[in-house]
């Protein structure tokens, strides 16, 4: 079968129409034609009106489609292809021949029975047009029902049609009550679709006011109008809606969406700053607030930054050159920005990280990480050490890492940080195991060597020579511990 | 005719229809819906096959404006909407000015898709935001049809047990609609003993764990769409001597996945840790089988050998891709990040520390890490604690918005909208209790051969599941008070069947239960009700439906707010 279904391949990718092959051709033809001909003695039963519209509505396999297709995926199997021989009347038993099925109703075998035209009528019976659908649009289709216009259907009657996909004339329902009726049997008929269409009309022909106060005691054609207007980006009509409601938080974020529109920055930042007064939650409002005070913040770092950058002056950039604007950045990225191009600036700037930790609120394990990041970046390895360092009321400085040691380690260890500055911070790792793996990873040999003497384990630090150069200075230690 | 393809409906369309068959019905040309004008073609119809969307409206439309009115013959169009018409797109095309220019809309209306031999999804992708977002409700309204037109197949399902919301709607429009069709009551002796109605809220949480069955793990790793899974190229390469591999293929290798492959049928639904013995019991297998050729003497033999090769040949193949996807499987299940991502999903459903800041989930954010990987870990610590303390849930919210940007504010009001992620408002946590009356969490477990369904996440029991399975025995009157807990009604419905129609069970005879789950249902659940069908004196094989086949990242990934792309 791969040769078919690379074809397929071709097919479905490519716009060009081959020439295909069958690999067993007798028994696909013959059931194709097979089929062909139910459908075709099919057509005589109903004396369908055959447009173009029906040749391509797959009217061809109403019957089989479904174990059609299990019978394609099961001859993808390993198993011989004779099993396949059997006709589409006889359902799956190519499919019963497969190995190891999970169960024994497996759904292919249950569609036996389906194919002949008996219990297909049947179907037909059960569920009227609707159901038949699904695998032959075709079937039925009474001249009657092409007469939309004509007839007085009851508001029942005109949902149902309608759920079959019939478009009908609603202008007929004038009065309010009428147009109520219709809205609560479309609701209850539960096919968004025909609820929506309802919504509609009745948004075209009732005044908005009658229209709300109806819609606030029906619940559920309420949420498909919100959905409705959200879609068509019924922007003024939503808000007023929810306004009526007095669904605030929701006019607040639904109106915060809108920002996503606006492309322009100076205009966003404007539309974000009408937002802050909205009815958010608390929590949310401030969060508000610092979307549009860091918008604020870039579009003056920006216009600085592209200055200098254009001006060629600053080493920095012309070292480091932007890989793209700072604007709508998330605040972490503009702070690690902000550290990377303005780490020295006075608080007093708009730019300097100091600035943002402050304005932002941002938790010092944040801050010592994003800076770290930054300034190691640079090999700022100085800056990295300044960082870390506390002085205590009386002035003794201690190094302290918020992240933990072990972060700091892997984050210049990423930077290509030497050895030098590495071992530095892991000698600082306070697990022990933690350190002497981190330190035998990136070979820091002098931390290695002071961890197993301080755990007097001689047998780890004899067996620790061979990694040393022979005659350095790391040997020479080892020596002089294990002599001691 | 031509059609022209919205792409995402080839996927499913190539499920149930072989391109042969269009030809047949003298399709002409193909192809694929994108922007600007369309392909020439000498045709006189031109038919759209869409899904009802919004942004593909606004690309018919531009194929329609730029199409050449001067040509001739001048072409028609038509619009078939799959899996149902919506008047939202035709009254947006109305305002384009373009909906004049179709001469038929139409719908070809799909409700139930089947995609393996025990597994029907109707590819909805939206129906759980749909109806948990938006409360629309008309991928139930489907969802009834379809389960309609299956009775019309397969007999009447004399009872229907459902629990939550959704369920509820479903069983009342299928009793409905049944009392609108009076013709409705059918002769066909039924195939289903029960039919199993399960809305995904009342299991929130098993979506959002790191499936760990093979197939739950393809489908976590690479995303398995409509059978078919996408992998990187380079375990594929063909390794014959001389080649040198120089010509390693560029294009993802594409497969398809069902249980007509008689090795992927077999490990499937194991636990990847399983997997490895028995590929390598299979390479054992298939290598003695090639040898048996130097045995062969006599011409009988020699044919009978030369019969079996070409389902040898296959067997090997087979066998060679499900090594080279277990290989690329094991590179990522080895990693550091999985197993400490998945210990923490494990803290949080044995119920550990689930009322803290978790260190890793905030040291993921400190690194960026995907949001949508942060997203299932924090509802899933929401979900195992009842909603989570207001003080730990801002904090998240904080770190979340601060590193990944604002405008999440809000996706992460859709997932509380949901009910993924929310304070505790009782004060109480339910979860405990949950967990410990339905057994959710075995510590005892056993990968290879397991005797529990709590081996397709390693040691948690899929909610869901749990549920199906206590309801077969001893039936549901036993966990009521939990029932109670969970959200949404519980309850049962008798369907009459005529007389003669009725079952006369034979002893030892299997019951068969159909169970639906609105709103999507994982890989892993599918692994632990099939188990469950296979287990010796389990009395129930299960068929499942569903809206979807889902996984945490593309269950979490409906439910976010489209952003517009970044500016650059």
């Not at chain 1, 679709?193 to 005691?217: D, S």
Request: proline share 4%; hydrophobic share 35%; net charge neutral.
């Amino acid at each position: 079968m791969s040769r078919v279904r690379a074809d397929e391949e071709e097919y479905w990718h490519s716009s060009k129409f081959r020439a295909f092959t069958f690999d067993d051709e007798d028994d696909e033809l013959s059931q194709l034609k097979e089929s062909k001909r139910t459908v075709n003695s099919l057509r005589d039963i109903v004396d369908d009106d055959d447009d173009d519209l029906e040749r391509v509505s797959w009217s061809g396999e109403p019957v089989g489609s479904i174990s059609w297709s299990i019978k394609e995926t099961a001859s993808g199997s390993t198993t011989s292809l004779d099993g396949r021989d059997s006709s589409l009347q006889k359902g799956s038993s190519s499919y019963a021949a497969l190995p190891k099925q999970p169960s024994s109703y497996s759904l292919s075998s249950l569609f036996k029975g389906r194919n002949k035209l008996s219990s297909f009528q049947s179907l037909s019976d059960a569920l009227t047009d609707t159901g038949v659908k699904n695998y032959a649009p075709e079937l039925r289709r009474p001249k009657a029902e092409y007469k939309d216009y004509s007839s007085d259907w009851s508001p029942k009657d005109t949902v149902r049609r309608m759920q079959r996909g019939k478009v009908c004339s609603l202008e007929r329902f004038r009065s309010l009550q009428d147009k109520l009726v219709l809205l609560d049997e479309a609701v209850a008929g539960h096919d968004g679709n025909v609820i929506t269409a309802v919504l509609i009309f009745l948004k075209r022909t009732l005044r908005r006011e009658i229209l709300f106060r109806e819609l606030e005691v029906r619940q559920v054609a309420l949420c498909h109008l919100i959905h409705f207007l959200r879609e068509m980006g019924e922007q003024k009509f939503l808000l007023d809606l929810l306004r009526f409601l007095d669904r605030t938080e929701e006019v607040a974020l639904s109106q915060y969406r809108e920002h996503l529109n606006i492309q322009d920055v100076e205009k966003r930042r404007e539309f974000l700053k009408g937002c802050i007064g909205l009815p958010f939650s608390a929590e949310d409002t401030s969060h508000i607030q610092d979307h549009y005070t860091l918008l604020e913040r870039q579009i003056i770092i920006e216009a600085n930054d592209r200055h200098l950058e254009m001006a060629g002056q600053s080493e920095l950039f012309r070292k480091y050159p932007r890989k793209a604007s700072i604007l709508n950045m998330p605040l972490v990225t503009t702070l690690f920005y902000s550290c990377f191009y303005h780490y020295t600036e006075a608080e007093g700037m708009f730019s300097s990280p100091t600035n943002l930790k402050k304005t932002f609120k941002i938790p010092d394990k944040q801050y010592v990480l994003t800076a770290l990041a930054a300034r190691a970046k640079l090999r700022a390895w100085g800056d990295v050490d300044a960082l870390l360092t506390t002085k205590n009321w009386l002035g003794y400085t201690k190094k302290k890492a918020p992240i933990g040691f072990h972060r700091v380690v892997e984050i210049l260890q990423r930077n290509n940080a030497p050895v030098q500055v590495l071992q530095e911070y892991v000698r600082l790792v306070e697990d022990v195991d933690t350190r002497l793996n981190l330190a035998t990873k990136y070979k820091c040999h002098d931390v290695v060597i002071e961890t197993y003497r301080d755990l007097k384990d001689r047998i780890q630090l004899t067996a620790y020579k061979c990694k040393v150069e022979r005659g350095s200075a790391e040997e020479e230690k080892i020596h002089s511990i294990l002599s001691n | 005719q031509a059609i022209v393809w919205d792409e995402y409906l080839t996927g499913p369309f190539g499920l149930i229809a072989q391109y042969s068959l269009l030809k047949e019905h003298e399709v002409e040309k193909m192809f694929t819906l994108k922007p600007g004008r369309l392909p020439p073609a000498d045709v006189k119809n031109i038919i759209f096959f869409v899904r009802p969307k919004l942004e593909l409206m606004d690309i018919i439309t531009d194929n329609v404006l730029r199409e050449d009115r001067g040509r001739s013959p001048q072409r028609d169009f038509h619009i078939l909407f799959v899996p149902r018409r919506s008047l939202l797109c035709e009254q947006w095309l109305k305002e384009q000015g373009v909906l004049g220019s179709f001469i038929h809309r139409e719908q070809y209306s799909l409700d139930l898709i089947p995609f393996d031999g025990d597994l029907l999804s109707m590819e909805s992708e939206s129906a759980f935001k749909e109806c948990y977002l938006e409360s629309d409700q008309t991928s139930l309204y489907h969802a009834a049809k379809g389960l309609m037109t299956l009775q019309a197949l397969y007999g009447t399902i004399p009872q229907i047990f459902g629990k939550g919301d959704c369920a509820r709607h479903v069983a009342n429009m299928m009793i409905r609609m049944k009392r609108e069709f009076p013709g409705s009551q059918n002769s066909i002796f039924p195939v289903f003993d029960t039919l199993l109605l399960l809305d995904r809220n009342v299991d929130l949480l098993t979506p959002l764990a790191t499936q760990l069955t093979y197939e739950g793990l393809i489908d976590e790793i690479y995303g398995i769409q409509n059978t078919y899974v996408k992998l990187p190229p380079e375990k594929f390469a063909p390794k014959k001597q001389g080649e040198g591999g120089k010509d390693l293929p560029t294009e993802p290798k594409k497969l398809q996945l069902n249980s007509a492959e008689e090795l992927y049928a077999e490990i499937r639904d194991k636990n990847f840790n399983a997997v490895g013995s028995v590929l390598s019991k299979k390479a054992k297998i298939i290598s003695a089988a090639f040898e048996e050729r130097h045995h062969a003497k006599t011409v009988g033999e020699i044919k009978q050998f030369v019969s079996q090769l070409p389902h040898m040949q296959a067997a090997r193949s087979s066998l060679a891709n499900h090594t080279s996807i277990a290989e690329l499987i094991k590179d990522i299940t080895t990693s550091e990040d999985f197993f400490d991502n998945l210990t923490v999903e494990q803290e949080f459903m044995s119920g550990v520390d689930t009322d803290k800041v978790n260190n890793y989930i905030e040291d993921c954010i400190a690194q960026k890490h995907p949001l949508i990987k942060i997203l299932r870990l924090v509802c899933l610590q929401s979900v195992c604690n009842s909603g989570l303390k207001q003080k730990v849930l801002d904090h998240y919210k904080r770190e979340i918005l601060q590193t990944y940007g604002y405008e999440h504010i809000l996706t992460l009001n859709n997932l509380e909208k949901a009910g993924l992620l929310k304070p505790q408002t009782s004060g109480r946590n339910n979860y405990p209790t949950i967990r410990k009356t339905l057994r959710l969490w075995m510590d005892d477990v056993n990968e290879q051969n397991p005797n529990d369904i709590s081996y397709v996440y390693s040691g948690y029991a899929p909610l869901s599941v749990r549920l199906a399975q206590l309801l077969a025995r001893p039936g549901w009157r036993s966990i009521e008070e939990v029932l109670k807990m969970l959200p949404g009604p519980h309850f049962e419905e008798r369907q009459q069947l005529p007389t003669g129609l009725q079952k006369k069970r034979q002893h030892g005879e299997n019951r068969v239960t159909l169970v639906f789950f609105l709103g999507g249902v994982t890989y892993a659940e599918l692994a632990a009700l099939r188990f469950l069908s296979q287990m010796e004196d389990g009395g129930t094989e299960y068929v499942i439906a569903t809206t979807k086949l889902i996984n945490g990242t593309t269950w979490i990934k409906s439910l976010m707010e489209k952003l517009e792309p970044a500016p650059f």
